[in-house]
């Protein structure tokens, strides 16, 4: 077990101007609609956006995106031979891309043409030669409803289409099929799940030697319906600690052998936490009270998940993260939430920060926004903010060494601290400032005469 040391260096007081730590890429989308995905493609080296805008503004000129459209670090181009929307559809078009056995795949709401059949319907595969997005090996139908491909970030020798009950290749009618690359199959697992018109699935992952499910569907073991489900391979269990609880998962990340799932539960409805929680296999932990929405509690939300240098950033319809006040986006860095600099404005009021992504170590959003701290900024930005947080709640889990005996000296310090206490040779310790940041961290050493110390790389700290 690893043992921690945590200090807060109360004199470091971050002060940086919201409006400096983001950058608008372009003059934005012009719609209707607007960037309702963002996905950055280390194959292409592309910074990839899809949803329901029609062009994209450069500084000098616009480009014809039809929904999709990518960046290349200076300006906006097509992505590809375009898509259109599907017939009367003009809310919904891409809803995300995903790489799998090296090859770009889309999601979503539009049609493509299909030299078998007239259209082919949310669904497709980049060929990355032609630039023509093209059907999987067989059609889906027009009025087809399974138009996700998941898990968004494979790893994996399968991925799904899931949705609402339909057809592909012939097969009989399914809310789950898998795919190899090559051919869509059946998904026994489905079979089990009992038959009802409001079946709908999103997720379908792998973690721990387990298959799970999410959506929601008829309960094997009832009569109601679930949101959450795994398969051990010959039966379906609930997952402990969820049980039949019904609330949706809107996002899911694997990361450290842990699952963390965001959505809209809730623990005062019987959810694992509040919009946000991570999983060990057999138990919850609901990572410092998890997101809030006190404007309207019930409508709460956590919509996605993205890591970015070992911090989860976190987007949704929510104003609280672990009790501080947040405008809609916060991370959590294992231990606190904290805040980050940026006041979103978007007109609707809906989806002011929708996706996150990470493209050349850097951290990207995109969403209904218009403006950032009145910067007109619109639909897509990069973070620039470095560290930068404007508050963080208090630290949860941090130490395991007890405090009895323990001092260190001098205060303030400059170069190295002297830390007395005992058994603390080896130990891992963190120097965070007020506001939470990380400033420094390393390995406690012993030296001669008993003494402990800890650098702190020629920077001034005043201790609380």
């Keep these: 077990m690893i043992r921690s040391v945590v200090f807060v260096a109360a004199a470091l007081l971050l002060n940086c101007a919201a409006a400096q730590s983001w950058r608008k890429l372009g003059n934005g989308a012009i719609g209707p609609g607007d960037v309702k995905t963002i996905f950055g493609d280390p194959v292409s080296d592309r910074l990839l956006i899809g949803g329901t ?44 891309y995903l790489r799998f056995q090296d090859r770009l795949y889309a999601c979503g709401g539009f049609t493509i043409p299909d030299g078998i059949q007239p ?101 094997p073991f009832s009569s109601g319906f679930v949101s959450f489900l795994r398969w051990n391979g010959s039966e379906w269990e609930y997952v402990p600690g969820w049980g039949a609880y019904s609330r949706s998962i809107n996002d899911m990340s694997i990361r450290n052998d842990t699952l963390y799932v965001s959505g809209n539960f809730r623990v005062a409805t019987g959810g694992p936490g509040n919009c946000i929680a991570y999983f060990d296999g057999e138990n919850w932990n609901d990572m410092g009270g998890g997101v809030s929405f006190e404007e309207m509690p019930s409508a709460a939300s956590c919509l996605v998940m993205q890591w970015y240098r070992n911090s989860l950033w976190v987007s949704g319809q929510m104003d609280h993260a672990g009790g501080i006040p947040i405008d809609g986006v916060a ?10 600099p940026g006041d979103f404005y978007d007109p609707i009021g809906l989806d002011r920060v929708g996706d996150i992504t990470v493209w050349r170590d850097s951290l990207y959003v995109c969403g209904g926004f218009t403006s950032i701290d009145g910067e007109p900024i619109r639909h897509v930005a990069q973070w620039l903010g470095g560290d930068a947080v404007l508050e963080c709640s208090a630290p949860v889990g941090v130490g395991e060494i007890e405090p009895q005996g323990f001092g260190l000296a001098p205060n303030p310090v400059r170069d190295r601290m002297r830390l007395n206490g005992n058994n603390l040779a080896g130990a891992r310790y963190e120097i965070s400032d007020a506001t939470g940041r990380l400033v420094r961290a390393g390995q ?3 030296q001669r005469g008993g003494c402990y110390h800890a650098g702190t790389g020629q920077l001034p700290i005043a201790l609380a």
């Excluded at 616009?62 to 031979?81: F, K, P």
């Excluded at 991370?331 to 980050?340: A, D, F, L």
């Design 53 to 96: 805008f029609i062009y994209m503004k450069n500084e000098t000129d616009t480009v014809l995106g039809i929904g999709q459209a990518a960046w290349n670090g200076h300006r906006w181009d097509s992505l590809a031979y375009r898509i259109q929307p599907l017939s009367g559809n003009v809310c919904q078009q891409t809803f995300w």
């Design 119 to 219: 259209v082919n319907s949310g669904i497709a595969r980049l060929n990355e030669e032609t630039m023509r997005w093209e059907r999987l090996e067989c059609h889906n139908p027009f009025n087809s409803s399974l138009l996700n491909l998941v898990p968004k970030d494979p790893n994996g020798n399968s991925i799904y289409l899931t949705g609402i009950k339909n057809t592909v290749c012939g097969y009989p009618q399914s809310c789950v099929f898998r795919y190899d690359g090559s051919a869509f199959h059946e998904w026994e697992p489905w079979s089990l799940i009992p038959e009802s018109t409001s079946n709908w699935t999103r997720f379908v992952f792998e973690f721990r030697g387990y298959t799970y499910l999410t959506g929601s569907f008829r309960d």
């Design 331 to 340: 991370k959590w860095n294992g231990r606190q939430w904290c805040s980050v």
């Design 444 to 446: 406690i050493q012993r």
